[in-house]
């Protein structure tokens, strides 16, 4: 029995270092830095919260290089918070750690936005007849980053037209969109709009959202009905307007009759 076990007792010693040394190298963990957000859009002209930290015990120097002016906020050992001021362009922020004479860094990647604050609707024309064509533009100067912006053309909460503007330039800063319907008798029951919709969620943020004012259209059926109706308004306008007229042309034809007697009456006194 003695002899069956000696052979597999004699590995065993060197299997327990082994799996020692296995366990002591995979409790080192790697000098890291982390910074907080990653990546984040930002108003223009705002300030920005960025954190710095490390898992390093007792690191050494550390901080954060940005081209723009910042303030260090509050430290410990393994972290910092700095105030980044007037952010007005797309930046990239790189937070810093030395750690036994190691350095690491990670990089923030910052975009600047600018909302949609205006969002113009036109609509022509507001009278129309039934079956014409309408033709909608929505427009929004001054938003940025312009392929985060869709625009859609809504008739109620009925989506009518949406328009996305991806592959736009980073210098372009306004956006448009036309759309031409025609009109039907419901129309009138509704508002139109335009809803202006910045999505910068893949950039840190949030979707902002700005809505043009509400657009009513007058629709008009010119059937034989519809016909008889306008020319019996027209007609009783028209006779307002003649009998207002002669009224008019009596009291001054009066008025004027009775001065002419007066002057009469004078002349004939002096005589």
Known sequence: MLLEMAPFGCWGLPAALLTLLCCLGSS?????????????????????????????LQPGTGGLETPLSKELLDEQAQWKQFLVHNVTKDTVMCCYFTCFEKQASKVANVNVFYPP????????????????????????????????????????????????????????KDAITTHKITAVREMGKHNFSCKAELDLRSLGNSIICN?????????????????MVIIITVVSLLLLLFVTSVVLCFVFGQQWNQRRRGTYRVQTGRA
């Open 28 to 56: 080192e963990t790697a000098f890291e830095v982390y910074v907080w957000p990653e990546r984040v859009a930002v108003k223009y002209g705002e300030s920005l919260k960025i954190n710095c930290s490390t898992n390093c």
């Open 117 to 172: 604050k205006e969002v113009l609707l036109n609509l022509q024309p507001t009278w129309v007849i039934l079956g014409g064509s309408i033709t909608m533009e929505c427009r929004v100067s001054d938003v940025a980053p312009l392929e985060k912006l869709t625009l859609t053309l809504l008739h109620g909460n009925k989506t009518l037209h949406k328009k996305t503007f991806e592959g736009a330039t980073a210098d372009s």
């Open 211 to 227: 809505v043009s004012e509400r657009q009513m259209v007058n629709v008009y059926d010119p059937t034989p009905g519809n016909q």
